[in-house]
């Protein structure tokens, strides 16, 4: 098997983690990979920011159709984030007969048939394991070794800003306000928490779970949402009181009807509930199955690296299955 060639849409902070795991890990990569692998063209236009790694300046285009049109470009990774032009790009490098992997849940979420009838039309495969629980393998297991069961039920804490704040307003009795200010200071909430904090990140995810769990694709702008903000430390007693925490949850059940019923708000876990143990910025993805019963995927859910390994995972996964 020869070099594979990857072409990289954006050096941000998840890029940037993405090529330093493959830096880190490259012998265990390519040995896992049988071959040499490279990210030999990235967009970018900052291309003199200080980061961690070191980047040969040729490696950089300005052009994103000089990855497209490359015909020695096995592998495109997206990790521009947001719907546009992500997911114009995506679906133009799976029409340029490019594998892809992203790590964005924002255009896959709003773009999931487009995006996956692309790759099935050229013959392609596009992979987004890192787009739900960062550094967590749950879609990957839900699309294969769990596919002998009828998945019947999901709970997710799928965001870590949401999980940080109503874990420290819980344990440390802080209101909502300061614990936020806290959390854009450790870097675990953007300057502008707003697809955070009001529920949309999750509900972008709860929309790819649900694809892949139950077939049944749902658009995020048609998932009931409701964020935390409104979660006041007079609920948070109270629901202690009666033995809960509360929790924001991506909840998706298939009802006896086959109905699905689905929806992402601030939720009561009964503080024995496996849920109810997933504390800070951790993210976890409660599943049910007819035979396996119950399973919880738990670990770090966002950061460039935990991020990064996920998209590696995927590149490894379309290398092992390349016909070289």
Same mark, same amino acid.
Do not use: W
């Given at each position: ?136 393998? =749950? ?138 143990? =997933? ?46």
């Amino acid at each position: 098997m020869k070099e594979i060639r990857i072409g990289l849409l954006g050096l941000g902070n998840i890029g940037t983690g993405t090529y330093k795991v493959l830096e880190t890990n490259r012998s265990q990569i390519e040995e896992a990979a049988g071959c040499p692998v490279n990210i030999v063209k990235i967009l970018e236009k900052d291309i003199d920011r200080e980061r961690d790694i070191t980047v040969p300046r040729e490696s950089f285009v300005s052009d994103a159709e000089e990855i497209f049109s490359d015909p020695d470009i096995d592998i495109v990774i997206e990790l521009l984030g947001g719907v546009e032009p992500a997911a114009t790009m995506i679906e133009r490098a799976l029409c340029s007969g490019k594998h892809v992997v992203t790590a964005n849940k924002a255009a896959v979420a709003a773009n999931y048939h487009r995006l996956m009838d692309a790759a099935k039309a050229h013959g392609v495969t596009l992979r987004f394991e890192a787009s739900v629980g960062g550094g967590i393998p =749950v879609l990957t297991p839900l699309s294969s070794c769990l596919r002998a069961n009828r998945l019947t039920r999901v709970l997710g804490i799928v965001n870590g800003t949401t999980n940080y704040i109503l874990d420290k307003m819980t344990m440390e009795g802080l209101p909502y306000d300061e614990v936020l200010k806290d959390a854009q200071a450790k870097g675990f909430a953007e300057a502008d928490p707003t697809a955070d904090v009001e529920g949309i990140d999750a509900a972008n995810k709860l929309s790819i779970l649900m694809a892949l769990m139950f077939d049944h694709y749902v658009h995020p702008k048609d998932i009931p949402t409701k964020g935390i903000t409104e979660v006041t430390a007079k609920d948070i007693e109270a629901a202690r009181k009666d033995g809960c925490l509360i929790k924001l949850i991506a909840y998706a059940e298939v009802m006896d009807d086959g109905q699905i019923k689905y929806e992402v708000r601030p939720m009561r876990i009964i503080d024995t509930h496996p849920l109810s143990g =997933v504390h800070r910025e951790y993210n976890a993805v409660f599943v049910e199955g007819n035979v396996v019963g119950n399973l919880m995927f738990y670990g770090p859910g966002a950061g460039p690296l935990p991020t990064g390994s996920a998209v590696m995972g995927d590149v490894l996964e379309i290398a092992k299955a390349m016909d070289r």
